[in-house]
């Protein structure tokens, strides 16, 4: 049986806010286009018009990917879907 408190609070205990922040600043890099800076003042800005969430759907995926391996786990779609809102929730992504 899946406990998403559970898994949420196994969560935090490894991946701090600032960890998850970093790894989301850094993941940002690999889809931002070259020419950015031709009609925006930031990366972030260049990122929030031209893409639909990829960055944050990596971070996420590899947390879950720590936790189902960490803990010997298999979600079902439902579960791994629930996962993800509660990830997305909790370090604001």
């Not at 800005?45 to 969430?53: A, E, L, Q, R």
Request: aromatic letters at 14%; glycine letters at 2%; charged letters at 40%.
């Amino acid at each position: 049986e899946f406990d998403l408190d559970l898994a949420i609070t196994k969560i935090k205990e490894h991946f701090s806010k600032e960890e998850v922040i970093d790894n989301y600043d850094n993941e940002l890099l690999n889809w931002i286009e070259d020419d950015w800076e031709e009609d925006y003042e930031s990366e972030y800005d260049w990122y929030v018009d031209h893409n639909n969430g990829e960055v944050q759907d990596v971070v996420i995926s590899d947390i879950i990917s720590w936790y189902k391996k960490e803990f010997n786990k298999e979600l079902s779609i439902d579960d791994h879907s629930e996962l993800h809102d509660a990830i997305k929730s909790e370090y604001s992504l």
